[in-house]
Protein backbone atom coordinates (compact mmCIF):
# COMPACT_ATOMS: atom_id res chain seq x y z
CA UNK A 1 0.00 0.00 0.00
CA UNK A 2 3.08 2.46 0.60
CA UNK A 3 4.45 1.59 -2.56
CA UNK A 4 1.55 2.57 -4.13
CA UNK A 5 1.13 5.55 -2.00
CA UNK A 6 4.45 6.89 -2.96
CA UNK A 7 3.81 5.15 -6.77
CA UNK A 8 0.67 7.97 -6.79
CA UNK A 9 2.49 10.72 -5.26
CA UNK A 10 5.23 10.55 -8.40
CA UNK A 11 2.70 10.54 -10.63
CA UNK A 12 1.23 13.68 -9.38
CA UNK A 13 4.57 15.71 -9.16
CA UNK A 14 5.24 14.49 -12.76
CA UNK A 15 1.65 14.47 -14.28
CA UNK A 16 2.97 18.45 -15.33
CA UNK A 17 5.74 17.36 -17.31
CA UNK A 18 4.26 16.90 -20.55
CA UNK A 19 5.64 17.77 -23.87
CA UNK A 20 4.68 21.67 -24.13
CA UNK A 21 1.92 22.11 -26.58
CA UNK A 22 0.89 25.45 -28.54
CA UNK A 23 2.40 27.33 -31.01
CA UNK A 24 6.40 27.57 -30.80
CA UNK A 25 8.14 30.52 -30.02
CA UNK A 26 11.87 32.27 -29.20
CA UNK A 27 13.12 31.77 -26.24
CA UNK A 28 16.26 32.26 -24.41
CA UNK A 29 18.54 28.75 -23.92
CA UNK A 30 19.74 27.50 -20.48
CA UNK A 31 22.24 24.74 -20.21
CA UNK A 32 21.59 22.45 -17.12
CA UNK A 33 24.56 19.88 -16.43
CA UNK A 34 23.41 16.54 -14.40
CA UNK A 35 25.09 13.55 -13.73
CA UNK A 36 23.68 10.75 -14.37
CA UNK A 37 24.93 6.95 -14.19
CA UNK A 38 23.01 6.20 -17.80
CA UNK A 39 21.39 8.15 -20.76
CA UNK A 40 17.41 8.33 -19.83
CA UNK A 41 15.25 5.77 -21.62
CA UNK A 42 12.87 8.58 -22.79
CA UNK A 43 12.00 12.48 -21.74
CA UNK A 44 8.81 11.75 -22.24
CA UNK A 45 7.13 11.79 -18.97
CA UNK A 46 3.98 10.07 -20.05
CA UNK A 47 5.97 6.67 -21.11
CA UNK A 48 9.54 7.17 -18.71
CA UNK A 49 9.92 4.32 -16.68
CA UNK A 50 13.66 4.84 -15.11
CA UNK A 51 15.58 6.47 -12.83
CA UNK A 52 17.43 8.42 -14.97
CA UNK A 53 14.26 9.43 -17.12
CA UNK A 54 12.61 10.41 -13.92
CA UNK A 55 15.66 12.32 -12.54
CA UNK A 56 15.95 14.16 -15.89
CA UNK A 57 12.33 14.93 -15.87
CA UNK A 58 11.98 16.20 -12.49
CA UNK A 59 14.93 18.79 -12.72
CA UNK A 60 13.40 19.91 -15.88
CA UNK A 61 10.33 20.33 -15.36
CA UNK A 62 7.91 20.93 -12.87
CA UNK A 63 4.50 18.92 -11.88
CA UNK A 64 1.28 19.99 -9.71
CA UNK A 65 3.60 19.68 -6.88
CA UNK A 66 7.49 19.24 -6.18
CA UNK A 67 9.70 18.75 -3.40
CA UNK A 68 11.28 21.70 -1.09
CA UNK A 69 14.45 21.94 0.47
CA UNK A 70 13.54 19.40 2.95
CA UNK A 71 11.99 16.75 0.49
CA UNK A 72 8.65 17.84 1.45
CA UNK A 73 5.83 17.74 -1.02
CA UNK A 74 4.74 21.44 -1.63
CA UNK A 75 2.77 23.18 -4.49
CA UNK A 76 4.26 23.15 -7.75
CA UNK A 77 1.91 24.57 -10.80
CA UNK A 78 -0.72 24.70 -8.32
CA UNK A 79 -1.43 27.54 -5.68
CA UNK A 80 -1.46 25.26 -2.91
CA UNK A 81 -0.94 21.89 -1.92
CA UNK A 82 -4.77 20.60 -1.97
CA UNK A 83 -7.39 18.37 0.66
CA UNK A 84 -9.66 15.81 -1.10
CA UNK A 85 -13.19 16.81 -0.95
CA UNK A 86 -16.20 14.14 -1.45
CA UNK A 87 -14.92 11.45 1.26
CA UNK A 88 -11.50 11.38 -0.76
CA UNK A 89 -12.88 11.29 -4.16
CA UNK A 90 -12.27 14.27 -5.40
CA UNK A 91 -9.45 16.68 -5.82
CA UNK A 92 -9.63 20.20 -7.20
CA UNK A 93 -6.43 22.55 -8.04
CA UNK A 94 -5.90 25.17 -8.81
CA UNK A 95 -2.67 26.13 -11.03
CA UNK A 96 -0.56 29.56 -10.49
CA UNK A 97 -1.53 32.88 -12.75
CA UNK A 98 2.40 33.00 -13.79
CA UNK A 99 2.31 29.07 -14.35
CA UNK A 100 4.25 28.99 -18.08
CA UNK A 101 5.92 26.80 -20.63
CA UNK A 102 9.49 27.68 -22.27
CA UNK A 103 7.60 28.88 -24.93
CA UNK A 104 6.08 31.21 -22.54
CA UNK A 105 2.47 30.19 -23.58
CA UNK A 106 0.01 29.81 -20.03
CA UNK A 107 0.28 26.37 -18.74
CA UNK A 108 -3.05 25.24 -18.41
CA UNK A 109 -5.78 22.94 -16.51
CA UNK A 110 -6.31 21.21 -19.90
CA UNK A 111 -2.34 20.52 -20.48
CA UNK A 112 -2.77 18.42 -17.32
CA UNK A 113 -5.98 16.49 -18.29
CA UNK A 114 -4.00 15.73 -21.94
CA UNK A 115 -1.23 14.45 -19.95
CA UNK A 116 -3.10 12.34 -17.92
CA UNK A 117 -5.33 10.88 -20.40
CA UNK A 118 -2.26 9.85 -22.48
CA UNK A 119 -0.49 7.96 -19.74
CA UNK A 120 -4.20 5.87 -19.10
CA UNK A 121 -4.60 5.16 -23.19
CA UNK A 122 -3.74 2.08 -24.00
CA UNK A 123 -1.85 3.26 -27.36
CA UNK A 124 0.71 4.83 -25.20
CA UNK A 125 1.51 1.72 -23.49
CA UNK A 126 3.06 3.55 -20.27
CA UNK A 127 4.25 0.93 -18.25
CA UNK A 128 3.11 3.44 -14.76
CA UNK A 129 -0.36 3.70 -16.39
CA UNK A 130 -1.86 1.49 -13.03
CA UNK A 131 -0.54 4.40 -10.71
CA UNK A 132 -4.20 5.68 -12.48
CA UNK A 133 -6.17 2.84 -11.17
CA UNK A 134 -8.12 4.42 -8.75
CA UNK A 135 -9.11 7.47 -10.99
CA UNK A 136 -12.79 6.88 -12.17
CA UNK A 137 -13.12 4.37 -14.91
CA UNK A 138 -9.24 3.60 -15.53
CA UNK A 139 -10.27 -0.03 -15.72
CA UNK A 140 -12.71 0.80 -18.40
CA UNK A 141 -10.30 3.12 -20.74
CA UNK A 142 -7.03 0.46 -19.82
CA UNK A 143 -9.42 -2.40 -21.05
CA UNK A 144 -10.29 -0.54 -24.34
CA UNK A 145 -13.99 -0.18 -23.62
CA UNK A 146 -14.17 3.14 -22.70
CA UNK A 147 -12.41 6.68 -24.65
CA UNK A 148 -9.68 7.95 -22.42
CA UNK A 149 -11.51 11.27 -22.65
CA UNK A 150 -13.70 9.55 -20.05
CA UNK A 151 -11.16 9.22 -17.69
CA UNK A 152 -11.72 10.98 -13.93
CA UNK A 153 -10.12 14.47 -15.08
CA UNK A 154 -11.33 17.58 -16.52
CA UNK A 155 -10.63 21.06 -16.77
CA UNK A 156 -12.94 23.13 -15.11
CA UNK A 157 -11.54 26.08 -16.74
CA UNK A 158 -7.89 27.01 -17.77
CA UNK A 159 -6.87 27.28 -13.90
CA UNK A 160 -8.73 24.94 -12.71
CA UNK A 161 -8.50 20.84 -12.61
CA UNK A 162 -10.29 18.25 -11.20
CA UNK A 163 -9.69 14.62 -10.75
CA UNK A 164 -12.46 12.34 -9.45
CA UNK A 165 -11.17 9.17 -7.81
CA UNK A 166 -13.60 5.65 -7.76
CA UNK A 167 -12.13 5.35 -4.12
CA UNK A 168 -10.02 7.49 -1.88
CA UNK A 169 -6.64 7.71 -2.73
CA UNK A 170 -4.53 9.06 -0.18
CA UNK A 171 -1.73 11.00 -1.07
CA UNK A 172 1.11 10.74 0.96
CA UNK A 173 2.80 14.19 1.63
CA UNK A 174 5.95 13.27 3.95
CA UNK A 175 7.59 9.75 3.79
Known sequence: MKHKLLTLAMTILMAGSLAAC?????????????TLPDEPATVDPNTA????????????????YKYD????????????VVKPT???KTYTFKLRK??????????TANDFVTSFRRTV?????????SVYDCFKNFDAVQAGKMSPDKLGVKALNSRTLQI????ACRISMTW
Open 22 to 34: GKSAAHSSKTLNV
Open 49 to 64: YDTNSASLITQTMEGL
Open 69 to 80: KNNRIVAGVVTK
Open 86 to 88: NDG
Open 98 to 107: NAKWSNGQPV
Open 121 to 129: NPKTKAQFA
Open 164 to 167: QLTR
